[in-house]
């Protein structure tokens, strides 16, 4: 079960101390990386603003590695030239109004920002159970932004070629979640390392290690520190050369 599956997410938007600003926020449908979605918030003057956004994490995810992507500005739209990221546990935004200062992990604040993407690492600053992402920042009226929050999926196999194999062999693995960076991809076959020889998102090809036990092994996939489910297969012995004739 992918992370997007298990993440419930809700959010409450708006410009504290100001008019609400126009926001929406839901759980994607468009790309399985994505985890949730909010905004477009818009400045409704050119003094700070304040945008609150909460999503749940359970056992499984919260300690996976997460980035909130947030697009500033959009088109010929401006953006915010101060944001300020912070990260808490469940609160009750609703008492946050005016200038008071939220209790939450500073996680990202820069000045003069000119660039529409900007990328916080949340990984290992999120956590288990709900969490209240605030946004802050500064910008002239109508400019806008939004944010998403990306994690990765847990790598799935659908299947392997062959599921039996030898010491020394090539095993495809099928299924979801791979990297297209063959650095990010660790597959061990038995507890032993298997060499990487092919990297997509929906597949990988490996060697089968050379010194590798005969029976039943269980092959497992770790992607961007995300763990598969085992799958077993079985390993033959390896076919033994024929003896060579003596020719005296």
Do not use: C
């Not at 944001?83 to 808490?88: F, K, S």
């Amino acid at each position: 079960m992918t992370m997007k599956r298990r993440l419930i997410a809700f959010i409450l938007a708006f410009a504290s101390g100001f008019a609400p600003a126009p926001a929406f926020a839901q759980v994607s449908t468009t790309a399985i990386e994505e985890v949730a979605t909010a905004g477009p918030f818009v400045a409704n003057s050119k003094h700070m603003q304040r945008f609150f956004g909460q999503f749940k994490l359970d056992a499984a995810d919260f300690m996976k590695p997460l980035t909130l992507i947030i697009h500033n500005g959009v088109g010929g739209t401006a953006g915010f030239n101060w944001i300020r990221v912070l990260i808490g546990g469940d609160m009750n935004v609703s008492n946050l109004k005016g200038a008071e200062e939220p209790t939450a992990d500073l996680v990202f604040d820069e000045s003069y920002i000119e660039r529409h993407t900007v990328n916080v690492d949340l990984s290992g600053k999120v956590f288990q159970g709900i969490n209240t992402l605030i946004l802050e920042g500064t910008a002239p009226k109508g400019a806008v932004m939004s944010w998403v929050l990306q994690g990765p999926l847990t790598p799935e196999f659908a299947g392997i070629n062959p599921t039996t194999a030898r010491a020394g062999g090539r095993l495809t693995l099928s299924g979801k979640g791979f990297s297209l960076d063959p650095s990010e991809n660790h597959v061990s076959i038995g507890g032993r390392d298997a060499e990487l020889l092919y990297a997509s998102r929906n597949s990988l090809t490996v060697k089968v290690p050379d010194h590798i036990g005969n029976g039943e092994a269980e092959v497992v996939v770790t992607t961007n520190n995300v763990r598969s489910a085992p799958y077993a297969i079985s390993i033959e012995k390896p076919i033994e050369a024929a003896p060579v004739p003596d020719s005296r």
